[in-house]
């Protein structure tokens, strides 16, 4: 982790994406460490999430979406009890019928835009657990299911609340399984960023809005009468979604210039993505219309591309979508264009 | 590890707790505390100390995976603000204790 100690008794905790360099860079012991470590932290992983012969019964065919809604009654236990499923009526638990809408529509996003068929694009089940923990401000996803908290309704409202959550959390499903960007520093903060342009997208395709008509914030509504703040995120102005005597004030730069150097959160992976996420609005907003027409198919290239290594920068993903809008729309284009130049206003290009 | 391994705390010795990360990763939401041992009764430096060994006990268990997860970072100082032991544990493998602590400070280690 940056910024982290090197004494040997600092070391116990390695996380995945430090091992990942060293099987990658290190010398041939020290990969050969990292590699053992990884297999046994993988096992660890699978013991820990749903088994396979556990899931629940993927979507049938391509369009149609299969939802699994649990409710963790509190507890921290995943997935918890099945309250609705695919088909079924409203439950009339608030939590429930949101997670179950907000999947539904961020699955028809990826559908009618991209024909992408579920996270995996092969139908997996969307499964997500609410009520989970005791005032829970958080929502996660796990590397099988969406994680939703109820808040802990002094600061924060139920976190099912906003259609660009959900969305987000579904993301972070589909990003790792296409380009599986590393937790940490600046693919990281990519992947934090890949998660809020895709669940702000959801958000204006559902209310159809086009990208002058949008508010382009994250968690719009999570966030109690009595905080200062509008939102968690602003991808239109980075910096400026909150400023609340309790939360403290959005940390979130929108320029190279004031990128955060931290060791915590994994290296600022929630701070810096303010800069990737105003590129996306600036290039957005520069093309018109709808941010799904043009912008949205290119970062959507960009992050399917093979390219895309785990450990890319900002640049390297910069100079992806560049490629990917001239491939697209054109050498030349005003797509090529305006990718270009917002890229370079926020400093990541020259 | 050993529990001849694990950090003793002295009379000198600062115990920092911080959490970081989650969809929410607001800056106060962190709500950083620390424990000088020198403020605290001989009980609940023991107290300390077993939470200090809870911790160490689990070992590298690795990362649940997944994102938006919440992290407690544990740093042990014992001479100026130089982490001597530092640790980071998943929200879902924090013992409740830990989390007791954050959330109320030296009361929750008792008299």
Redesign the interface.
């Known amino acids: 982790m940056t910024g982290m100690p090197t004494s040997s008794r600092l070391t116990a905790f390695m996380p995945p994406h430090v091992l990942e360099r060293v099987a990658s860079h290190g010398n041939a012991r020290l990969k050969q460490c990292a590699r053992n470590t990884l297999q046994a932290d993988a096992q660890f992983r699978l013991r820990n999430a749903s088994r396979p012969s556990a899931r629940p019964a993927d979507s049938p065919r391509p369009g149609q979406v299969a939802r699994y809604i649990y409710t963790a009654n509190r507890q921290q236990t995943l997935p918890g009890s099945l309250v609705r499923e695919e088909g079924a009526p409203d439950s009339g638990d608030v939590a429930v019928d949101e997670a179950y809408q907000w999947l539904g529509a961020t699955y028809r996003f990826y559908w009618e835009v991209f024909e992408r068929h579920s996270i995996d694009d092969e139908g997996m089940a969307l499964i997500g657990t609410v009520h989970y923990g005791e005032d829970y401000d958080n929502a996660f996803w796990n590397g099988a299911q969406m994680v939703f908290g109820d808040g802990d309704g002094e600061l924060f409202n139920r976190f099912t609340a906003a259609l660009e959550v959900v969305a987000h959390e579904l993301t972070h499903g589909v990003i790792e399984r296409e380009a599986g960007l590393i937790y940490a520093d600046q693919s990281g903060a990519l992947n934090e960023s890949l998660a809020d342009v895709f669940g702000v997208m959801v958000k204006q395709h559902h209310f159809e809005q086009t990208v002058d008509e949008a508010d382009w914030l994250i968690g719009e509504g999570l966030l109690t009468e009595r905080v200062n703040g509008r939102a968690l995120r602003s991808m239109a102005h980075p910096g400026t979604a909150y400023d609340d005597p309790v939360l403290g004030k959005d940390p979130q730069p929108g320029h190279m210039d004031d990128f955060v150097q931290t060791a915590s959160d994994n290296g600022g992976v929630h701070i810096n993505s303010g800069i990737p996420n105003r590129a996306f609005y600036l290039a957005a907003t520069r093309l018109g219309g709808f941010a799904w027409e043009a912008a949205g198919p290119v970062w959507l290239d960009a992050l399917i591309d093979a390219r895309l290594a785990r450990d890319a920068d900002f640049a390297t993903f910069a100079r992806l979508t560049i490629d990917r809008a001239t491939a697209r729309f054109g050498g030349g284009s005003e797509a090529e264009r305006a990718v270009t130049q917002a890229w370079a206003d926020v400093g990541v290009l020259p | ?1 050993s529990r001849a391994d694990c ?1 003793r705390l002295t009379l000198g010795s600062v115990v920092a707790i ?1 959490r ?11 709500r950083p505390r620390r424990f000088a041992c020198r403020d605290l009764t001989e009980g609940q430096r023991a107290r300390l100390q077993a939470l200090i060994d809870e911790i ?1 006990s689990l ?12 992290v407690f ?1 544990i740093t042990l100082e014992d001479t100026g603000e ?8 998943d929200e ?1 493998l924090t013992p409740k204790s830990l989390n007791r602590l954050w959330k109320s400070g030296p009361a929750a280690l008792g008299d």
């Open positions: 590890m950090p911080a970081e990360g989650g969809f929410a990763a607001m800056p106060g939401l962190s160490e070992g590298s268990p690795g990362s649940p995976g997944g994102n938006d997860r919440m970072r130089t982490p001597s032991w530092e640790r980071l544990v879902s």
